[in-house]
């Protein structure tokens, strides 16, 4: 059974700063990537950053130069760095991993309220 847990999150004031943590568990033989959506009231799911195994990044537009996603690969685990952050970040985040076979796993999402 395979389990992404993540941590972080809260309420935080506009230009503050937050990090989000995803460690994967179980039975995984490998990870491929890991990232994370995010999800705001009303709107449709959206990529946020991704991170590969060898790790090469990608960023939607909206949060390059504030977000920053990395990992520990010999943790499975991955991190978002994210800073400067404004009231249209405020979504439920979710976590993800693929496996090698572009398997995905979720995480149960984590709630960033930025507040004004």
């Known amino acids: 059974q395979v389990q992404l847990v993540e941590s972080g999150g809260g309420l935080v004031q506009a230009g503050g700063s937050v990090r989000l943590s995803c460690a994967v568990s179980g039975s995984i033989f490998s990870i491929n990537a890991m990232g994370w959506h995010r999800q705001a009231p009303g709107k449709q799911r959206e990529l946020v950053a991704f991170?590969?195994?060898?790790?090469?990044?990608n960023y939607a537009d909206s949060v390059k130069g504030r977000f920053t996603i990395s990992r520990e690969n010999a943790k499975n685990t991955a991190y978002l760095q994210m800073n400067t952050l404004k009231l249209e970040d405020t979504a439920v985040y979710f976590c993800y991993a693929t496996t090698a076979s572009g398997r995905p796993y979720w995480g149960q999402g984590t709630q960033v309220t930025v507040s004004s």
């Open positions: 991170i590969t195994s060898g790790g090469s990044t």
